[in-house]
């Protein structure tokens, strides 16, 4: 249960955060009439990152039946911070 508790947050960070969610990052940028400056492109990503990994927690809160703990905040920002710097540097990969 403990490695499942660890995963899901991680896949949901990495599907928002890195791969798909930089792609839709790059699309929109391309195609915005409104010029998205590197701060708020860091903020989307770190946003995502987050939101994923918010979505991972609170699906196996809800598939184990269990109460959330202290320790999923820091779950939370942890795979934050390590998927948006992922995406961070994959959406620097795109623009070069």
Known sequence: MDALRLTLPAIGAFLLGVFPGMN????FAATSPIWLGSRVQILLILL?????????IAFFRLISWTKPVKTDAAIIMGYSLIFGFMGFIYLLSLVV
């Not at 839709?24 to 699309?27: A, F, G, K, N, V």
């Open 24 to 27: 839709w990052l790059e699309s």
């Open 48 to 56: 995502l990152a987050s939101a994923g990994s918010l979505a991972g």
